[in-house]
């Protein structure tokens, strides 16, 4: 089994338990973001907005890049994500099967 | 149908989905053991499928084609693992490619089925998916059937909605 080891899912609980954090995670899902226009929406410096970025990066929540002089950070779709997408995916699948075989069965 | 239980265990890459029929379990064995009828309910919301090939013992395979709004069509196959009318029944599911056949180097999952008896005449299906890998969930999220699906299923939600 590839399951995400320990030490990935400590790193990922730790990434997510800081309301900053979450919060530049909400935002870059919704659209990238530079790393100065980040630090400009939080009253903390801009050392300090990079640094959460970093701990978002070693949980592969986030990904950054260089444009020019800026870092662009943007969500990261990691496997754990997209995992977790498509076994909820596959639930609601069931789910419709479920519903489908329900109607099948009320015909007689 | 009521869905009793549901648990996605993210670590063993499993799904495990429970539901309950108002049907005996010969009845419900039925829906798997008849091609036609497990067409009915086995594609996703608009991908209708058509069961080519349908062996229905220990080892037997099958094939079918789904064919999508837009005229698009998914071809898959299921190796029998287990078959034990009309309780239990376990197969590899995989991809296929245009010819029909089991594509190389697509992920599989395993899916193993439970029929039980619960008095009154119906029956509880306890179905258990299991993925390979993460990667191989990785590679069915790359192949955009998040996406796909879920606005598919997000129609199908609003429809309901709408009763």
Redesign the interface.
Known sequence: MDALTDDEVDALFRALADRTRRDIVARVIDAEQSVSALAERYAMSFAAVQKHVSVLERASLVAKRRRGREQIVTADLAAVRRARAVLDVYEQLWRHRAAQIDALLAEG | ?T?TD?A?D????T?T?V?E???PVE??WQ?WADPR?LE???G??EWPATFTRHELTPGGEMRYVMTGPDGDTSAGWWRMTLVEPPHRLAFDDGFADDSGEPAHGMPVTHAEARLDDIGDGSTR?T?I?T?P???A??E???MG??EG??SA?EQ?DALLADR
């Not at chain 2, 993210?10 to 890459?13: K, P, Q």
């Open positions: 149908m869905v549901h996605i993210r670590e063993a890459l799904l989905f539901a029929f108002a049907a009845r419900v829906v009828q009915r309910w086995w996703p919301p299906m179905l998916s993925f890998s993460l990667e969930l990785d069915l999220a790359a059937m998040v699906m879920s299923l199908i």
